[in-house]
Structures are given as C-alpha cells and as structure tokens.
C-alpha cells in the first residue's frame, strides 16, 4: 500500500481557521464505495460503449432502450454501495467547520447517505427521474413493458434527472457553486479529474480569489501544479488521515 501523503501543518492551520470551507468532489471519491469512476473501464455488458456515447440528449433520442437500461445497470451499483470512509469524514468535517458547501458531480447520493447536509448536486441525481420533454420530476408511473416507462402527465419518455453531455447545469446550483467558490478560504478537490466544465472551473476561481486549495487525487490532473497542496492518494485514506491530525488528541 502506498504511504500516505504528508498534511503541513499549515493546511491544519488553514483548516482550524477557516471561516468556510468549500469541497468540489468527483467520481473518485465513490470509486472505493464500488461506483466506477466515469471514465474507468466499463464492465460485462456496457464494455462496448463510451461513457460520453451514452449521455447525451442525442443517444437517448437515438436509442432510448439503451440509454435507460445503462442508468438502470448504474442504479443498481449504486444501490448496492454503501458511503466510504472518505465520504463520512466530509460529513464529519461538515460539523466542525462553521461554513461548509460540498459541491458535487456525483450523482449517486452518497454524501447525504453519509450524512452531510449542505450538498449542492451539480449533475443530478441519478435516483430522481424526469420527463425528457418536459424536464418535470415524476416520482412515480404506472407499472409497464415499456423501457423507458412514459411520463404519467404527457405520455413523454422518462430519463434519468441527471445532466448530460451538452446540457446546460441547474442554473441555482451552478451559481451557490460559483458563490462558494469565490467566498471561501480553503477549497478542497478531491477526486475529480478536472477536465468536465463548468465544474473544472471552480477551484481556479477559489485560487484567482486568494483561497488555499488542496487537492485530493490518487492521479495527478491539470489541477495538480496550480493547488497549494497536492495530496496523492485515495480520498477514503487522506480524508480520514487530515481529520485525524485536525484533532490528534479526541475527547473521549
Ligand atoms: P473522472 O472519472 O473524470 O475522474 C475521476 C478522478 O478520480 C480521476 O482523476 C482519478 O485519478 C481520481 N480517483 C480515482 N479513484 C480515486 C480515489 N479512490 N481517491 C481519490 N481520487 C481517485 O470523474 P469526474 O471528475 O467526476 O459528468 O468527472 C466529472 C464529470 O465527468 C462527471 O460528473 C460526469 C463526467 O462527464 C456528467 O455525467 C455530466
């Protein structure tokens, strides 16, 4: 097992002092839960297919079927995987900190299932569903062969409520993000590559506004040679580790 990453002492510092602390977090932070990360290989039966093929508007016009059975396919990881210790530390951090924003592209819900409250959901959540043509969520439908099951109120086709390849954010989190951003004094990235925008732009405007940034990555990204600190290794061990030096010596 790889050693883990040095924490300064004055990224403890930071964090002791922090009036806020904002946190984008990517699909590496669930890759230790069993979630792939969006661009790791796909497995069995959607081996064949890019990511990037399957969500889109486009591919869902192209082929439905398709497109909601590979949602389906990750429904069921999700639902299958449990928030890892990275994910509860984050929570954890959450009350200690007197402002804390966790701004996430994971549309798994893995960080309320552990507990963190302030999450701003970039991407949509992959457990919500929505009409395609009306972009209402519906909550429930009639049973049905039909894949995918057609919109109660417009007989329409029900996708997924999350974002997809050349769709346009929700407008309100996208700008609590970009508020938090710019307003916080530390700024953590943790596993997330930093190439899918608007996300991607988050920590450079943290650092253009004079925040301490840190990433978290088990790889280095475009981001690696612009953050104050760079810790490499899994966010399910450094995560655990920074909180644990945050307070050595805990009340019993
Ligand atoms: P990516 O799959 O692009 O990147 C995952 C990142 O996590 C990589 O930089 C890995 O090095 C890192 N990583 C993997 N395992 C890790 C671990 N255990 N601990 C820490 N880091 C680890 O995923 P995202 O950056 O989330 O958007 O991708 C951003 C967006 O691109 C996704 O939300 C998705 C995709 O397009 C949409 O679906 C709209």
């Not at 407008?171 to 925008?197: H, M, R, Y």
């Amino acid at each position: 097992m790889a050693a883990l990453p040095e924490i300064l002492p004055d990224l403890l510092d930071a964090l002791r002092a922090a009036r806020h602390v904002a946190v984008l977090t990517g699909s590496g932070i669930s890759a230790e839960s069993g979630v792939p990360t969006f661009r790791d290989a796909q497995t069995g039966l959607w081996a064949k297919y890019r990511p990037e093929e399957l969500a889109t508007p486009e591919a869902f016009r192209r082929n439905p079927r398709l497109v909601w059975e590979w949602y389906e396919w990750r429904r069921g990881l999700v639902a299958k995987a449990a928030p890892n210790p990275g994910h509860l530390a984050l929570a954890e951090l959450e009350r200690r900190v007197p402002r804390f924003t966790l701004i996430t592209q994971n549309v798994d819900g893995l960080h309320q299932q552990a507990g963190s409250r302030n999450v701003i959901e970039l991407h949509g959540n992959l457990r919500r569903t929505k009409c395609f043509d009306e972009s209402r969520v519906v909550d429930t439908w009639p049973a049905t062969d039909d894949v995918p099951p057609r919109c109660p109120r417009c007989g329409g086709l029900l996708r997924p409520d999350v974002v997809w390849f050349g769709e346009a954010l929700p407008q309100s989190a996208l700008a609590a993000a970009i508020e938090a951003a710019q307003t916080c004094d530390l700024f953590f990235a943790i596993g997330t590559s930093a190439l899918v925008q608007p996300a991607a732009s988050l920590p450079f405007q943290a650092i253009q506004r004079g925040a301490m940034t840190v990433e978290i990555n088990a790889d280095a990204t475009p981001l690696t040679p612009r953050v104050t600190h760079a810790l490499r290794g899994s966010a399910g061990e450094v995560l655990p580790a920074l909180l644990k030096a945050l307070t050595p010596y805990p009340l019993s």
